[in-house]
């Protein structure tokens, strides 16, 4: 764990909270490392929930197949993001959802009702925990609601476009790279991936966007994605 340190002290879920004082909860959480390769779940759906999950190195994607097989893409995650903690204070029976490794990965996962239930000592380091699990529960609802106003656009075009200008607005400049492959947006998104890519070679032809890969730039706009309308 030495060299996840940093990892940890920058994780939401240990804001607040120093080294010292991560090591001594991670104690009283039953912290344990877990190694996961490319391809491989770290959790499926329909297993128990109760764990808390925090990736330090690596990359996973919370996933969600339907009856056929269809997936969609819930989100994907970075070194230092949790995992997990909405399903277990819920008290599902079963996750319904994966959490999927994109690349070979670590984790540190806890036990969330360590977690939630404060310890015999009352430590303020716990106090802090509880209180920066309940922010990031909040957070993670706000951006579900994204995704779902995203969704809810009429035409791909429009799910695609909506991501697109909230990428930039939270980077306040037109240059960005997502964290999503093209497969993967087109997952997070619920289209074709076929469908968006022929969007997009509209778009660059249009002048709208230019991009390679995970790398986008949004070009002057028209007035009707300025003011939140697509064009009749």
């Known amino acids: 764990m030495e060299d996840f340190w940093p990892v940890l002290s920058g994780c939401p879920l240990f804001k607040g909270i120093d080294v010292e004082e991560i090591k001594a909860l991670l104690g009283c959480l039953g912290g344990k490392k877990m190694d996961v390769s490319k391809g491989e779940p770290v959790f499926l759906e329909g297993d128990a929930p109760g764990l808390v999950g925090v990736l330090l190195s690596g990359s996973v994607q919370i996933v969600q197949d339907d009856?056929?097989?269809n997936r969609s893409v819930l989100s994907m995650l970075s070194p230092g993001e949790i995992f997990g903690e909405a399903f277990s204070c819920a008290g599902l029976d079963a996750?319904?959802?994966s959490v999927i490794a994109l690349r070979d990965s670590s984790l540190l996962l806890v036990d969330s009702r360590r977690a939630l239930d404060m310890c015999s000592n009352a430590c303020r380091f716990h106090s802090l925990l509880i209180g920066n699990l309940l922010r990031e529960l909040a957070e993670?609802?706000?951006a579900f609601t994204k995704k779902i106003r995203y969704m809810s656009q009429k035409t791909t075009r429009d799910?695609?476009?909506a991501y697109l200008l909230d990428q930039a607005k939270e980077r306040g400049r037109g240059e960005f790279v997502i964290p999503f492959d093209r497969q993967s947006l087109a997952d997070y998104l619920g289209v074709e991936r076929?469908?968006?890519s022929a969007e997009i070679g509209?778009?660059?032809r249009a002048g709208i966007l230019d991009t390679k890969a995970?790398?986008?730039c949004l070009k002057q706009l028209g007035q009707d994605y300025k003011t939140g309308h697509r064009k009749k």
């Open 67 to 69: 009856y056929y097989g």
């Open 95 to 97: 996750l319904p959802v």
């Open 140 to 142: 993670k609802n706000l």
């Open 159 to 161: 799910k695609l476009m």
């Open 194 to 196: 076929s469908a968006m």
């Open 202 to 204: 509209k778009l660059k």
């Open 214 to 216: 995970s790398w986008f």
